[in-house]
T-cell receptor
Framework: GENVEQHPSTLSVQEGDSAVIKCTYSDSASNYFPWYKQELGKGPQLIIDIRSNVGEKKDQRIAVTLNKTAKHFSLHITETQPEDSAVYFCAASRRGVLTGGGNKLTFGTGTQLKVEL | DTAVSQTPKYLVTQMGNDKSIKCEQNLGHDTMYWYKQDSKKFLKIMFSYNNKELIINETVPNRFSPKSPDKAHLNLHINSLELGDSAVYFC?????????????????FGSGTRLTVV
């Protein structure tokens, strides 16, 4: 099955700096890579996703890059703000494949991001 | 207007009891899931239903039994609760065929049920 590793487990940055979180995956058939933000006491919320036919995607201050050959993808947050403080999860799945659990999201272990004033 | 709603939000119960958690989604999604988040924040899938049909059943003790009366509801019943069952349980939904929400493949999670077994 798929295995997703995520680094670092904790990340502390100064407000205004950039933050980068990296993930690697094991299943070369995975084709969908979302990122989730989980604030305290809440459920994970999708913030950006990328499919395997795209190398980079940007949405305002957040961007995700994907290297299919190396099987790794990264989340980049620029101009960090205190409200960016949360736990971030990467995930991978084989979307469009219902059988064999293809639509199952396998999550990384999470990164606690703290943005300090 | 909650998209994925779970009840209860908190559940404290004694070992050996039987309890249920309910989940409902109003997004029109065709697939629903149960995930367990442990004390280290690790999210692991337990079950997945597509149009009321069980499609994913991970290695979960058979004390856990999901039930999907229709594609908008997925409940989780747990028998003979154990201390190790203490965790936060998240329900989620997604649209597995084209169409639907902003991202056709994104999961929408509920706010979680914190289960504490004493």
């Amino acid at each position: 099955g798929e295995n997703v590793e995520q680094h670092p487990s904790t990340l502390s940055v100064q407000e205004g700096d950039s933050a980068v979180i990296k993930c690697t995956y094991s299943d070369s058939a995975s084709n969908y890579f979302p990122w989730y933000k989980q604030e305290l006491g809440k459920g994970p919320q999708l913030i950006i996703d990328i499919r395997s036919n795209v190398g980079e995607k940007k949405d305002q201050r957040i961007a995700v890059t994907l290297n299919k050959t190396a099987k790794h993808f990264s989340l980049h947050i620029t101009e960090t703000q205190p409200e960016d403080s949360a736990v971030y999860f990467c995930a991978a799945s084989r979307r469009g494949v219902l059988t064999g659990g293809g639509n199952k999201l396998t999550f990384g272990t999470g990164t606690q991001l703290k943005v300090e004033l | 207007d909650t998209a994925v709603s779970q009840t209860p939000k908190y559940l404290v119960t004694q070992m050996g009891n039987d309890k249920s958690i309910k989940c409902e989604q109003n997004l029109g999604h065709d697939t629903m899931y149960w995930y367990k988040q442990d004390s280290k924040k690790f999210l692991k899938i337990m079950f997945s239903y597509n149009n009321k049909e069980l499609i994913i059943n991970e290695t979960v003790p058979n004390r856990f039994s999901p039930k999907s009366p229709d594609k908008a509801h997925l409940n989780l019943h747990i028998n003979s609760l154990e201390l190790g069952d203490s965790a936060v349980y998240f329900c989620a939904s997604s649209q597995d065929s084209p169409g639907g929400q902003r991202s056709p493949y994104g999961y929408t999670f509920g706010s979680g049920t914190r289960l504490t077994v004493v």
